[in-house]
């Protein structure tokens, strides 16, 4: 039997249904890489502040040298800070200079230990890196 209708095509409900998943498969997407590009800045961020705090401690390690100037006020103890740029995000850059007793051999410093920081903020989220690296033994 031959219908009067012509059947081919997509009725109004399947192309509704059809474009309302499209839709959210897009906004989906467009999530996803926004949150990726989010996270790229981020972590551009965090290695810029891993790299300055690697250098801070290499220099101090410089300065740590015996007989080089054992009066530089960067390696006096306690903590010292500074403020920083890492690409449009200011930083702060601490470093904490301290002696380590080692309770095994009597007491008395037995080395000196720095620890550098770089804390930032990007959209209200605080980050930090931080490295530390015995300087000297007396």
Do not use: C
Not at 1 to 19: C, K, N, P, Q
Not at 80 to 89: A, D, I, K, P, S
């Amino acid at each position: 039997m031959i219908s009067g209708r012509d059947e081919r095509g997509f009725t109004l409900t399947e192309v509704v249904v059809a474009s309302v998943m499209a839709a959210i498969a897009v906004i989906g997407l467009a999530h996803a890489f926004a949150m990726g590009r989010g996270n790229l800045n981020r972590y551009q961020t965090a290695r810029s502040g891993l790299a300055l705090a690697q250098g801070k401690l290499e220099t101090l390690s410089s300065l740590a040298i015996p007989g080089h100037d054992p009066g530089n006020a960067d390696l006096q103890v306690g903590t010292h800070t500074t403020t920083v740029t890492l690409g449009n995000v200011t930083a702060i850059e601490s470093w904490d200079i301290s002696t380590v007793d080692d309770p095994a051999n009597g007491p008395g410093a037995d080395y000196t230990r720095a620890t550098v920081r770089v804390i930032w903020s990007t959209s209200g989220m605080p980050d930090t890196v931080s490295v530390s690296r015995i300087l000297s033994s007396p």
